[in-house]
C-alpha cells in the first residue's frame, strides 16, 4: 500500500507511525467513506484508503481526540502540535 504526500505529511505533524496506521487498518472499524473510499478507526486513529488504487489518502485523530489534544494544549498553554508530540512521548515511554 503506499502513501500519498498528504499522508506521509500528516504522519509527521501528528507523529503517527506506520505501525499505527497498520494497526488502525488491520484491528480498526471500516465503514463507507466518500467516492468510494474506506475509513478505518481503530483508538484514537483513523486512516482513509483508496481501495481501487491500494493508497492511504490520509491518516487523523478521531474528533474526540482532537477535542482532548485542544484542551489539553489550552490547559497547559502550548500549540496543538507541541500537545501531541508531548503525550505522544509519554505513550511511547509506557
Do not use: W
Not at 1 to 21: F, G, P, S, V, Y
Not at 60 to 68: M, P
Not at 77 to 89: E, N, T, V
Amino acid at each position: 500500500m503506499t502513501l500519498t504526500n498528504h499522508a506521509k505529511q500528516r504522519m509527521q505533524e501528528r507523529i503517527i507511525t506506520l505501525q499505527d496506521i497498520y494497526n488502525c487498518v488491520k484491528l480498526g472499524t471500516p465503514e463507507s467513506a466518500k467516492d468510494g473510499k474506506i475509513k478505518y478507526t481503530y483508538n484514537d486513529l483513523y486512516v482513509i484508503i483508496d481501495p481501487k488504487n491500494n493508497i492511504i489518502i490520509t491518516v487523523c485523530f478521531t474528533k474526540s481526540y482532537t477535542r482532548q489534544l485542544e484542551k489539553f494544549a489550552k490547559n497547559n498553554c502550548i500549540g496543538f502540535y507541541a500537545a501531541i508530540k508531548m503525550l505522544r512521548s509519554c505513550l511511547d515511554a509506557v
